[in-house]
């Protein structure tokens, strides 16, 4: 399908055409016969780089024209700035909505695009911004982030409460490759448009040996380390005119791995000084320090701890073709459009808290091997994991290069997600009784899923009756409403049994402290909390025997939950020394 013949704004088509988009890839294409641009919901499930942006706003921009508002939902922060540079610039107004949770922002509605994370669009249902009633068309980026334990509930119930505010409203979901797209499709009562076809070529295949083996064959990589294999492989693209992504399983592992990388590729292009300098210039921290060095000699690293400014030198830098590697812990993996002739995934295990290292799941690897050739620019791309053994090789192909997508499923149903939405739902109005609250979880995704109200009904209740027991929720005959305090922890979005735990333990107190304080925020399920290293228990056994009268929860009997404990203490010191302006160096350092 040529450009030149879409039906789609004038303005629209001449960016694409300036720019060199003359012809729709083929998922793109489909989509369009699929009647997206006269309103169809779609679930678009295809495999990374295949264009899934440019769907979107070929979409948003015919929606526009007709005055329609768009509401561009991303899975991360840093991805909302991304997608705001991209679809900036062609005429129309865009907005970003990322920050404070607890605001109406009755301004950005005055934009044509909204692009937002869902927990700032939850928030923005919870202050009744006003603006939500007149979206028309809903994206929702990386869809099967639906199944993420952490994240995916508030995107499943953002989208099932936009759909009830906006009955005709159309959605387009778009995703990497999933297992059962069908079922997601039917919830959204969407089109599903799949597909396998892929910008470049994909070679995929795992190194032992100095070899690497592809189904096709092998190919030997040169030892110029005798130490890092993972370097051999970085260092055989760079020597044939290529870069090199590498995926590592912690900010850490990105940090030093670019480090041997800038010592062996010890480029001295005067381009790269010119970068170091610009991030040498509002260097504070080492790891911006380090950043700088290694840009220097033309590696980088790059992960969710570097600032916005950062990031755009690094990625600038990799895209012009200056820094030959960068090596990045898998968060950006999805989102991040830095293709590379190589792609190394180095780390196929994750800690896991409570379970140790795990395996990544299949779905991710294909996100990350995806990154894999700059159309156009490479003939091929090459997606490399790397065995420990002869034994792994043939395991890694099954694990992973031949594994299908795993499928999505909701997690709506679990107690930790489940008292903060309803709450969100009686507070903000969706619900009045306990009838209508059934009503609105029965077309969750939960339920469409498992085909099961009585289990929901069951969960309901028991939300119901910790939200009334803390008197966030009042229950008169057959109504529900939210009490004051239930809508303000609604407003606030905090995790209601955090609120619980402050009001409760504030009620009981007469005395104050700041270290009481801070511990007791720091133990709330909405905190996140530092790790606890064997090295760290005396000087945190010294501070509580030091502090004992002004903390305020007391250390548990079980030794086994000593560990939260401690973690929320290590926490509270870390926010001490922060409130003490002790320079950000000191506090890396110290925590
Ligand atoms: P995805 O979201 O599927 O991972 P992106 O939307 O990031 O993929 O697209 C990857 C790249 O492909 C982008 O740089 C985009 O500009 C480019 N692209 C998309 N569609 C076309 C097309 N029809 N022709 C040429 N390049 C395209």
């Known amino acids: 399908m040529l450009t030149s ?9 001449q960016h694409y055409l300036a720019s060199g988009i003359v012809e729709l890839y083929p998922p793109q294409a489909e989509c369009i016969q699929t009647g997206m641009l ?25 929606h526009i024209a007709k005055k329609g508002k768009c509401l561009y939902i991303v899975p991360l922060k840093a991805l909302a700035s991304e997608k705001f540079d991209e679809f900036e610039g062609k005429g129309i107004r865009i907005g970003i909505a990322t920050g404070d949770f607890d605001r109406r922002d009755d301004s950005l509605g005055r934009n044509d695009i909204i692009v937002a994370t869902s927990e700032k669009v939850d928030s923005l249902l919870r202050n009744r911004a006003r603006w939500i009633h007149d979206i028309t068309l809903l994206v929702i980026d990386e869809i ?23 009955p005709a409203m159309q959605v387009i979901g778009l995703s990497a490759t999933i297992g059962n797209p069908q079922l997601l499709a039917g919830w959204l009562d969407a089109e599903l448009v799949t597909s396998t076809w892929r910008p470049v070529d994909l070679r ?40 090199c992504l590498v995926f590592v399983s912690s900010r850490r592992n990105a940090e030093a791995f670019a480090k041997r990388a800038a010592g062996a590729i010890k480029s001295d292009e005067p381009a790269l000084k010119a970068c170091a300098d610009r991030l040498s210039a509002t260097a504070e921290t080492e790891m911006a320090k380090s950043l700088a060095l290694c840009v220097e000699k033309g590696s980088a690293f790059h992960h969710a701890g570097l600032s916005r400014e950062e990031r755009r030198i690094v990625e600038d830098g990799f895209r012009k ?35 140790g290292m795990q395996p990544i799941p299949a779905s991710e690897y294909h996100q990350m091997a995806g990154r894999a050739g700059r159309p156009r620019l490479d003939p091929y791309g090459e997606a490399v994991l790397i065995a420990k053994d002869v034994g792994q090789v043939e395991q890694l192909f099954e694990w992973y290069i031949e594994a299908p997508a795993e499928e999505v499923h909701s ?24 009838h209508e609250l059934t009503t609105f979880m029965n077309r969750s995704f939960y339920v469409h899923e498992h085909r099961q109200g009585r289990l929901m009904q069951r969960a309901v209740d028991s939300a119901l009756k910790f939200l009334v027991d803390a008197e966030m ?30 009001v409760t333990t504030l009620r009981e107190r007469t005395d104050y402290a700041d270290i009481g304080l801070l511990q007791l925020i720091c133990s709330t399920p909405d905190m996140p909390r530092l790790y606890v290293r064997n090295s760290d228990r005396p000087q945190l056994e010294r501070m509580i025997g030091e502090h004992e009268e002004e903390l305020w929860l007391p250390m548990p009997p079980d030794e086994e939950e000593d560990e939260e404990y401690f973690r929320a203490i290590k926490t509270a010191m870390l926010l001490t020394d922060w409130t003490d302006e002790l320079p950000d160096a000191r506090i890396c350092e110290r925590y």
Request: charged content about 20%; hydrophobic content about 40%.
């Open 5 to 13: 013949a879409l039906p789609i704004p004038e303005n629209l088509k």
């Open 473 to 502: 929720v009042l229950e008169i005959g057959e109504h529900i409403g939210a009490t004051e305090f239930g809508s303000l922890v609604s407003r606030l979005y905090i995790d209601p049994r955090s609120a619980a735990l402050i």
């Open 204 to 243: 995929q295949g795992v190194f032992w040996n100095n070899r690497i083996h592809f189904r096709e064959g092998d190919r030997p990589v040169k030892q110029v380390s005798k130490n890092y294999e993972d370097l051999n492989l970085c260092l055989d693209t760079v020597a044939e005119g290529g870069q």
């Open 144 to 166: 099967h982030l639906i199944d993420s334990e952490k994240r995916g509930p508030t995107l499943e119930m953002v989208i099932a409460k936009l759909r009830y505010q906006n």
């Open 411 to 434: 997690k709506i149903a679990e107690p930790s997600a489940l008292y903060t939405h309803i709450l969100s739902l009686v507070a903000a109005g969706f619900a009045g009784t306990r």
């Open 321 to 355: 073709g200056l820094i030959k590697c960068i090596s990045s812990t898998p968060t950006l993996a999805a989102g991040l459009n830095l293709p590379a002739r190589r792609v190394i995934i180095r780390d196929y295990l994750r800690f896991a808290a409570g379970e």
């Open 38 to 62: 006269e309103g169809k919901n779609l679930l678009v499930s295809i495999p990374t780089a295949s264009g899934k942006t440019l769907i979107a706003e070929m979409a948003m921009h015919t």
